[in-house]
């Protein structure tokens, strides 16, 4: 009877302890409440890690969710603003588009004025090419007809010196004659009665010579001035081909200044004609333009209907977040009531849960500082968990406290790196919001160091873990 009850005191301990126990047929009863416990605490177990996994998504679900929540809301707000600036651009666009067109409507009269003047003005100076022409002509016999004159006149002088020196004789004949006569007036007093008819002819003669002499007085006189005109004409020949040749120099300038007026209208010809030509195209791309601009504007008003349907859905996302969080929330106080369970021998986790949380805890820490190094690489700010109590650390960490001594002054040690980790991704969040982006390393470099001392404490930990759990201690007691 003693025995029996000894073998039931040991079997009430283990169960009590839920530790390892002998199995004997006459501990049936208390050997079946031992196994179920032991089956319990397992299913405990398996309960706790997919609770644990449950709570780490959802905190990185309700994170990923606010993110992306804000940052709908952001991409609405510029695409608002976006459209808004679009329409306005457009309505300005349009109306520069219509002054711009009416401008154009004003070029194309002026083209085609410019036109019709350049087809005169060319006429014109065909007109005044021909007149040019014609004067040219006219001018070039001119001076032939002035030199001929010239000529002539000298001719007419060569023809006046010969009547001048014919008169001349004639003056000295007259004289010679009026001589004889008067010595044939002597002879015949000298002859008396005789010579009296001589005489009368003699006086006859002298009379003649006389006239003659005077005759040729009046035509020397008449000669001087025909002389006289004949230089003054000669010299206004001279004058009038020197004028002549300076007009006609003169008119060569101006046909040639009207043939370069010819050739700069030509151009202008051409230019007026490839400038018709670009107001065509003009007036094509300015329908082109002002059919776009209706699109543009369907399109602004579309998307301005999809701007505001994508708020209603920002908005329903943002309104996600808060059941999110009140489920996150719930699924914490699990854990942390789990975890005060844990000090009970019934509900006490074993070791190897510890080590996987822990290798699960090292693999989230190593890719949050991953996720901070492309934020150092990009300048873009990322999804980061920047609370240390709802990382894979901080779920585990913060609801779940080791007390064997082994553990215990490492495990206590970790609040303070751990928070001081979490801290630099928060300071690195608001210098890459500030747009002063100079100090990341810096940050970064911080962190790294950080990170190596917790990674260093938690392999000691892992080392500390599989030790007792070789000598059968759990952590938890």
């Known amino acids: 009877m003693v025995l029996r009850k000894k073998a039931s005191n040991s079997a009430i301990e283990s169960i009590e302890k839920l530790i390892d126990m002998e199995y004997k047929p006459e501990n049936q009863k208390l050997n079946v409440i031992h196994q179920r416990l032991l089956k319990g605490r397992k299913k405990f177990e398996q309960a706790v890690v997919k609770l644990m996994d449950a709570v780490i998504h959802m905190s990185a679900m309700d994170l990923t969710l606010e993110a992306n929540a804000k940052t709908v809301e952001e991409i609405n707000d510029s695409i608002a603003s976006a459209v808004k600036e679009i329409s306005n651009s457009t309505e300005s666009t349009a109306n520069i588009a219509s002054e711009v067109s009416k401008a154009h409507e004003n070029l194309t009269t002026t083209i085609i004025e410019l036109s019709d003047d350049s087809s005169k003005i060319m006429k014109d100076i065909h007109n005044c090419e021909r007149d040019l022409t014609s004067i040219t002509e006219r001018s070039a016999s001119a001076i032939s007809a002035a030199r001929t004159m010239k000529t002539d006149i000298y001719s007419l002088f060569e023809v006046i010196h010969h009547m001048h020196e014919a008169i001349e ?281 950080c990170s190596g001392e917790l990674l260093s404490d938690f392999q000691k930990l892992i080392h500390i873990i599989e030790t007792l759990t070789k000598e059968h201690v759990r952590i938890f007691e």
Not at 225 to 244: F, G, M, N, R, Y
Not at 259 to 264: A, H, L, Q
Not at 303 to 318: F, G, H, M, R, V
Request: hydrophobic residues 35%; glycine residues 4%.
């Open 169 to 449: 004789a004639i003056h000295a004949i007259s004289n010679q004659t009026n001589l004889l006569a008067l010595n044939a007036s002597i002879e015949a007093a000298h002859a008396g009665e005789a010579g009296k008819g001589f005489a009368i002819v003699a006086d006859e003669i002298r009379g003649l010579a006389d006239r003659t002499k005077s005759l040729t007085g009046r035509m020397g006189d008449f000669i001087a001035s025909i002389q006289d005109a004949s230089e003054k004409s000669s010299e206004s020949v001279d004058s009038t081909v020197s004028e002549l040749e300076q007009m006609n120099d003169s008119i060569q300038d101006v046909w040639r200044i009207t043939r370069s007026n010819r050739t700069d209208m030509d151009h202008v010809a051409d230019a007026v004609s490839s400038l018709a030509a670009v107001s065509q195209e003009i007036s094509s791309s300015m329908s082109e333009l002002d059919n776009q601009m209706h699109h543009v504007n369907e399109g602004c008003q579309n998307l301005k209907e999809n701007t505001n349907n994508l708020a209603i859905s920002s908005q329903s996302i943002a309104e996600l977040v808060e059941p999110s969080k009140r489920v996150e929330d719930y699924l914490q106080e699990s854990v942390k009531i789990i975890g005060s369970m844990t000090q009970d021998a019934f509900y006490m986790l074993d070791n190897q849960i510890i080590l996987d949380c822990l290798h699960s805890a090292i693999d989230a820490h190593k890719n949050w500082l991953h996720t901070l190094k492309e934020m150092v690489q990009t300048g873009k700010v990322k999804v980061l968990q920047t609370d240390c109590t709802k990382c894979g650390m901080g779920r585990f960490y913060y609801n779940f406290t080791p007390v064997n001594s082994k553990i215990k002054n490492i495990w206590e040690g970790l609040d303070k790196k751990h928070k001081e980790f979490h801290s630099y991704g928060a300071e690195m969040l608001a210098v890459i919001r500030s747009k002063d982006t100079k100090d990341l390393q810096q940050i970064y470099d911080r962190a790294e160091a």
